[in-house]
């Protein structure tokens, strides 16, 4: 059965940083595009930042980029999001998703991402 697990979200002060971790298990992410979205209150999914699986095309939603860093762990079947800067606008559940052989297109849809994991809430307040 395919997996994923996310971790690392919690409470953070403006401009502090956090590091979500995302497990995959039943599957091997190498060959897998990865991504991270999220959604905040009364707001659709929104792609973060994404991988394709060929590690060739890399991209992040302009809102974050310059702060937020996508990275994965091959051996360790991982894949993690350095958010760095954060502030009032980043706050929502963070979704981790990936997608076999998949692509990263400039604009980070949820489409070809078919596997999801359960989502980790990021709150950022003084």
């Known amino acids: 059965q395919l997996q994923l697990v996310e971790s690392g979200g919690g409470l953070v002060q403006p401009g502090g940083s956090l590091t979500l971790s995302c497990v995959a298990s039943?599957?091997?992410?190498?060959?897998?595009?990865i991504g991270w979205f999220r959604q905040a209150p009364g707001k659709e999914r929104e792609g973060v930042a994404c991988i394709s699986s060929s590690g060739g095309s890399t991209n992040y939603a302009d809102s974050v980029k310059g702060r937020f860093t996508l990275s994965r762990d091959n051996a360790k079947n991982t894949m993690y999001l350095q958010m760095n800067g954060l502030h009032p606008a980043d706050p929502a559940v963070y979704y981790c998703?990936?997608?076999?052989?998949?692509?990263?297109?400039?604009?980070?849809?949820?489409?070809?991402?078919?596997?999801w994991g359960q989502g980790t809430q990021v709150t950022v307040s003084s």
């Open positions: 039943g599957f091997t992410l190498e060959h897998y595009a």
């Open positions: 998703a990936a997608a076999y052989f998949g692509g990263c297109p400039r604009s980070i849809r949820m489409q070809p991402f078919d596997s």
